[in-house]
C-alpha cells in the first residue's frame, strides 16, 4: 500500500509521563484523513513530531516511504502544517510572511505567493501588518503558508479554529479542492466531529495518548442505523407494552427512561399511541441516524466499529 505516513511504535515521553504510547499511524496517498481525540488525548504531540517539531522518544516515522530523522529536511520540504496557533511575524505585512517562509524553504515564486493569498481570500491588504488581523485572517494567512509551496501533505491542527461560519466552509472546499486537483494528502484534527464527517476519507480515534482504531467513514456509514429514541415516565412498563403489543423486541434502555429502538416496523406515531391510551407520558420521540458522534463516544467509552 501506498502509504504518505507511516509510524511504528512511535512514543513521546516526558518528565516519565507518555503523552503518546506505541502509535501505530498509516496515512494512505490521496486521501484526508481525520484525527478524533478530546482535548489532550494526543494528537497535537503526534503531528509535532511527524513535522520534526518535537523529537520521538522512540519509535519510528516514514514519510514518502523514507526514515525521518535529523538529517531528514529534503523531505519535510515536501509538507506543509499549521500546528496549534500559527507563529506569524506581526511587524511584517501577509506577502512578508510568506515571502520569509518561502526564502528559508528555496521558493522564490512571488505571483505563487500571491495565488495562495486569493486562495484564502486575504488580497487587497498588502500593507496591512499581521499584528493589525483579526484571528480569523491570521488562521488564513496560517492556512496560505502551508499551502504556497504545493506540499505533497499538509499537516492542520484545528485548521477552522478562530473562524466564522463562511470562513469554514472557505477552509473546507479548500481543501478539498487540493486534495481533488492536486492529489494532496491531508491530515487534519478538530474538536468539531461535524467538520471531520464532511471532510475525511479515514479517521483515527485517540484516546490516553493511544490509537484506538483507523477506519474509513464508508465503513462507518455503512454501519449506521436509524432508531427511534423516546423519553416517557415509565421505561420498564414502555419497554412491556411494545414487546407485548406491537411485538418489538429491538430495543435497550439507555440512561433513566430514555428509550432506544432500533426496530422500525412501527411508526412513531403507533409508539406513541400505544403509551397514550396506557397512561404512559411520553416527553419527546425523534428519529434518529447514527452518526461519526456516535461511532466515536462508542470507541471512547470502549465500544469497537462491530459492538
Wanted: with cysteine; charged share 25%; proline share 2%.
Amino acid at each position: 500500500m501506498n502509504h504518505v505516513v507511516k509510524t511504528t511504535g512511535l512514543t513521546k515521553r516526558v518528565k516519565g509521563k507518555n503523552l503518546v504510547t506505541d502509535i501505530n499511524l498509516h496515512i494512505q496517498k490521496g486521501e484526508i484523513y481525520g484525527f478524533l481525540g478530546q482535548n489532550g488525548a494526543g494528537k497535537t504531540t503526534i503531528m509535532k513530531m511527524l513535522t520534526g517539531i518535537t523529537k520521538p522518544t522512540s519509535g519510528e516515522i516514514e514519510l514518502f516511504g523514507q526514515m525521518l530523522n535529523e538529517r531528514s529536511k529534503t523531505v519535510l520540504k515536501r509538507v506543509g502544517s499549521i500546528i496549534e496557533y500559527p507563529i506569524l511575524f506581526e511587524h511584517l505585512t501577509a506577502l512578508e510572511n510568506l515571502k520569509l517562509h518561502c526564502e528559508y524553504l528555496g521558493y522564490y515564486d512571488e505571483k505563487g505567493m500571491k495565488h495562495a493569498l486569493d486562495m484564502v481570500h486575504l488580497r487587497g491588504i498588502e500593507d496591512k501588518k499581521v499584528k493589525e488581523f483579526s484571528l480569523g485572517m491570521k488562521q488564513r494567512l496560517g492556512f496560505a503558508r502551508a499551502i504556497v509551496v504545493k506540499p505533497e501533505l499538509i499537516i492542520l491542527d484545528e485548521p477552522t479554529n478562530g473562524l466564522d461560519p463562511i470562513g469554514i466552509k472557505d477552509i473546507r472546499d479548500l481543501i478539498f479542492m487540493l486534495n481533488k486537483e492536486y492529489g494532496i494528502t491531508f491530515l487534519l484534527s478538530s474538536h468539531i466531529l461535524g467538520e471531520i464527517e464532511q471532510v475525511a476519507d479515514r479517521i483515527g480515534v485517540i484516546k490516553d495518548g493511544r490509537l484506538l482504531n483507523e477506519v474509513a467513514l464508508a465503513d462507518i456509514r455503512n454501519q449506521q442505523t436509524d432508531y427511534i429514541e423516546l423519553l416517557t415516565t415509565n421505561a420498564e412498563k414502555t419497554v412491556y407494552l411494545l414487546e407485548k403489543e406491537l411485538h418489538i423486541s429491538n430495543m435497550k434502555i439507555i440512561q433513566g427512561n430514555r428509550i432506544r429502538i432500533y426496530d422500525l416496523s412501527h411508526t412513531q406515531n403507533d409508539i406513541s399511541k400505544l403509551l397514550i391510551q396506557n397512561d404512559i407520558g411520553l416527553e419527546e420521540i425523534q428519529k434518529h441516524s447514527s452518526s461519526l458522534e456516535d461511532y466515536f463516544y462508542k470507541q471512547i467509552n470502549g465500544g469497537g466499529l462491530d459492538d
